[in-house]
């Protein structure tokens, strides 16, 4: 049995129609997110949900970089960008003391050739118990705090140079100190 001409052509058409769809989605996504801004404003009076059940109130005049932020129901990041400082919260399942969850950290930053001072008690608006402090990496100074919720740490990194942190600090404290965790939705 022989199949017909005009269907092998029909065939092949439809064929080089999928074929061009498939390209221009390939092409063309990427192309379209190039061109969507990575920075978005976010309302700094409604708490930001972080992930794993973690929010914050950013700070005024923050953008999110939305290419770094990805909030999830057990877990989450969220990068907030305060000028040229970078406000990072990361949340992640934890079942570890406040040590282990400082030492996680520690190794975070000293895998970039860093140093974590040893901190101090911290403790959030919303009665989170932590740590915090300083660190420093070759090419940014930092400060950091370390929280603990029953089931996550909340692990806050910011960067910038001395003076940008000094600059910024007012703010971003007050901004940690909404840090809110209402348990995995």
Known sequence: MRVARGRLLQNAAA??????VLIAIA???PAIDRLLPAERAVPSHLPYEVGGG???VPPPGAVL???RTRPTAR??????ILGPVRYVIVVAPFDGDLDGAVDRLRRKVTNADGQLDAGLPALTGTGLTGREGAYTTPERAGRYAVFLAPDVSIEVTISGTESELEASEPVIAASIATIT???RL
């Open 15 to 20: 064929s080089l129609c999928i074929l061009f």
């Open 27 to 29: 092409a063309g996504l």
């Open 54 to 56: 973690v929010s914050v």
């Open 65 to 67: 970089d939305v290419t």
């Open 75 to 80: 877990q989450g990041t969220a990068l907030f």
């Open 181 to 183: 965790y209402q348990g």
